[in-house]
């Protein structure tokens, strides 16, 4: 899980995946050695890896990604509909929908 609500490679850094969480999914029909080779790649980029189960990696990631960023566009939407708040938005606002100007389509990784 990497990236910003920004995207295009006018927003790329070196260090994207440093810190971040990287799900692999572990499964029984891997190769042992395949699998070692995909979390030292990840791991070589800085990132944090969890062994996962594909249905697993599916809740995780509705939770942590597709759930806020669904509510952060619908508090955006609220708050434009009701007016233009931007002159009155402090700091609170503004990290809870910053989310919501990332591209819902772009998936889990964006630069």
């Avoid at 927003?11 to 971040?20: D, Q």
């Avoid at 999914?25 to 791991?43: F, G, K």
């Amino acid at each position: 899980m990497a990236g910003s609500e920004k995207f295009g490679p006018e927003h790329a850094t070196p260090t994207l995946y440093e810190g971040c969480v990287t799900f692999v999914e572990a499964l029984d029909t891997q190769a042992p050695e395949a699998h070692e080779q995909v979390v030292a790649l990840w791991q070589a980029l800085g990132a944090r890896v969890i062994d996962v189960d594909p249905a697993r990696h599916d809740a995780l990631v509705a939770r942590t990604s597709h759930i806020p960023h669904i509510l952060a566009a619908l508090i955006a939407e609220l708050a434009g509909d009701a007016c233009d708040v931007r002159a009155a938005a402090g700091r609170g606002f503004r990290d809870v929908t910053r989310i919501a100007a990332g591209r819902p389509k772009s998936g889990a990784i964006s630069a």
